[in-house]
C-alpha cells in the first residue's frame, strides 16, 4: 500500500488481534482447571469435524511467552483474549483457584512488559459444565454465578487490564448453544432459548457493577452484528430484514445501551424472564461497545409455515472464505454507521473486537505460508473502518480474529483464521505474509 493511498486512523488507535481461552489454551486438566460445557460437547459423535478435541489446541497455556513475542513482533497495541472461567472458579462456585488466576497474571504481566494494552473476555462460552447440570443460562442463577466470577478475576487484575468485556457474542452463543444446538451446550430449543439471552444480559449487568466495585474504568461487552441485507425493497421482504435485525443485532444492544428490549412481536412466542429492576441493571453505563463482523446476512420473507418471521438464503455474487461465508467489506462501514446514528448519544466508542476469515493455509517448500486472500480481506475491512471514521463514527479499535489458527468450534481444526499458522502435530508456529503485512500496516500507522 503506497502512503498516499493509506488510510488514516485517529492517534492512540488501538491495532489488536482477538483470540479466546477453549480455543488456543489446551492444558485441560492442568492447572486446577474444571470441565467446561466444550469439553461435555465435543465427547458427543459427529458435534465436532474429525471428532477434534481441545485438549491440547494451540498449547498457549504453556506457550503464552512465544505467542507474545509474536504479538510483540506484529507491534500490536493491544491484545484480545478471554479467562476461562473452569481455571478461576472451577466448577462455577466457591473460591477462587490461585493456580488458573496465576496463569493470567503472567500473562498480563507479559504482555505490559511489552507494551500491549491487556483486553480480557470474561466470557467466551467455556461455561462450567457443573453449571450447566444446574441448567446454564436458563436459570437465572447462573448470571449471580457470573458476577461473583467477575469479581475474583478483578480481585487480581483490576489495576492492570486496560479493557474488560463481559461477553463474547450472547447472541451466537444463545442461537448456536441453545436454539439449534450446533454448540455446547447442544439444545435444540428454538423459542425455548431466549431465557439465555435475558440471563446472560443481566449476567453482564451484575458483572459490570462488580468490576466497577474494584475501581476497573474501562467495560464493555462485545456482540456479534450483521447488517441485515432484505432480498428485494418488497414489504414482505423487508419486513423480514427488520425482524432479522432485531434477533441479531437490537436484541443484545438495546437493553444494554437503551434499558429496553426492541420490540419483539414480529416473533411467535418470545418471552423473556425479566424482573423488576433488571434493564437498570443491565443497562449501566459503559465505556465502549465491541462489534465482530464477520459478513452481512440476506433475509427473505418466510416461506409458508417456517415458524420463524424470515428465511436466510444464501447470499450469491462475493467472494466467500473457506467458511463459505460472503467476503463483503463495506458490510462493516455499514454495520458501524448503523450503530453510530442508531444508538446516536447513548453508543459509547466501538471497537471491532473480531473481524477475519479462513483460509486452507499451508506451509509452502521455502517455509513461508502464502494466504493473500487473507490480506485482502483484512487491507478491505480496515479500509472500510477507515471509511466509517471518515464519515463520523467513533472508533477506537481493530482486532484481527485471529493471532493463531485454533480450534474452531464445531469446525475443530479444519477451518484456520489465523495471522500465524498453526501445525497441531509440532505446535510450530509460522508467521503467515497476512501477519507480515499486518506488522507493516501497523508500523507505518503508529510512524505515520
Ligand atoms: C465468532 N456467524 O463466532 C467467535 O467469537 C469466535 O470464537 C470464532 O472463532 C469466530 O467468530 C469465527 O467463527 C462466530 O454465523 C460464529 O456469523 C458464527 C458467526 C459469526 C461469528
Request: some cysteine; glycine content about 10%.
Amino acid at each position: 500500500m503506497s502512503v498516499a493511498d493509506r488510510p488514516r486512523f485517529p492517534e492512540g488507535f488501538w491495532w489488536g488481534a482477538a483470540t479466546s481461552a477453549f480455543q488456543v489454551e489446551g492444558a485441560a486438566a492442568e492447572g486446577g482447571r474444571s470441565p467446561s460445557i466444550w469439553d461435555a460437547f465435543v465427547r458427543r459423535p459427529g458435534a465436532v469435524a474429525d471428532g477434534a478435541t481441545a485438549e491440547t489446541a494451540c498449547d498457549h497455556y504453556h506457550r503464552y511467552a512465544e505467542d507474545v513475542a509474536l504479538m510483540a513482533e506484529l507491534g500490536l497495541s493491544a491484545y484480545r483474549f478471554s479467562t476461562a472461567w473452569t481455571r478461576v472458579q472451577p466448577g462455577g462456585s466457591g473460591p477462587a483457584n490461585p493456580e488458573g488466576l496465576d496463569f493470567y497474571e503472567r500473562l498480563t504481566d507479559a504482555l505490559l512488559e511489552r507494551g500491549i494494552a491487556p483486553v480480557l473476555t470474561l466470557f467466551h462460552w467455556d461455561l462450567p459444565q457443573e453449571l450447566q447440570e444446574r441448567g446454564g443460562w436458563l436459570e437465572r442463577d447462573t448470571a449471580y454465578r457470573f458476577a461473583e466470577y467477575a469479581g475474583l478475576v478483578a480481585d487480581r487484575l483490576a489495576d492492570r487490564v486496560d479493557m474488560w468485556i463481559t461477553l463474547n457474542e450472547p447472541f451466537v452463543h444463545m442461537i448456536y448453544g441453545y436454539a439449534w444446538g450446533i454448540h455446547a451446550p447442544g439444545l435444540p430449543l428454538v423459542y425455548g432459548a431466549l431465557p439465555a439471552a435475558h440471563h446472560q444480559l443481566l449476567a453482564h449487568g451484575l458483572a459490570v457493577a462488580e468490576l466497577r466495585a474494584r475501581g476497573v474504568r474501562s467495560v464493555a461487552i462485545t456482540n456479534n452484528c450483521s447488517p441485515a441485507w432484505p432480498a428485494s425493497r418488497e414489504p414482505a421482504d423487508l419486513a423480514a430484514a427488520d425482524a432479522y435485525d432485531r434477533l441479531h443485532n437490537r436484541l443484545f444492544t438495546d437493553p444494554v445501551l437503551l434499558g429496553e428490549y426492541p420490540d419483539l412481536s414480529a416473533f411467535d412466542s418470545i418471552e423473556l424472564p425479566v424482573q423488576d429492576g433488571d434493564l437498570k441493571v443491565i443497562s449501566a453505563p459503559l465505556d465502549g461497545l465491541g462489534l465482530n463482523y464477520y459478513r452481512p446476512t440476506l433475509v427473505a420473507a418466510p416461506s409458508p409455515g417456517a415458524g420463524l418471521p424470515f428465511d436466510l438464503p444464501e447470499m450469491t455474487g462475493h467472494p466467500i472464505t473457506a467458511f463459505g461465508w460472503p467476503i463483503v467489506p463495506d458490510g462493516l462501514r455499514e454495520l458501524l454507521e448503523l450503530f453510530h446514528h442508531r444508538y446516536g448519544g447513548a453508543l459509547p466508542p466501538l471497537y471491532v473486537t473480531e473481524n477475519g476469515a479462513s483460509f486452507p493455509d499451508v506451509v509452502a517448500d521455502d517455509g513461508t505460508v502464502p494466504d493473500p486472500s487473507r490480506i485482502d480481506f483484512l487491507d478491505g475491512h480496515v479500509r472500510a473502518v477507515a471509511a466509517a471514521i471518515d464519515a463520523g463514527v467513533d472508533v477506537r479499535g481493530y482486532f484481527a480474529w485471529s493471532l493463531l489458527d485454533n480450534f474452531e468450534w464445531a469446525e475443530g481444526y479444519t477451518q484456520r483464521f489465523g495471522l500465524v499458522h498453526v501445525d497441531f502435530e509440532t505446535q510450530r508456529r509460522t508467521p503467515k505474509d497476512s501477519f507480515h503485512w499486518y506488522r507493516d500496516l501497523i508500523a507505518a500507522q503508529r510512524g505515520a
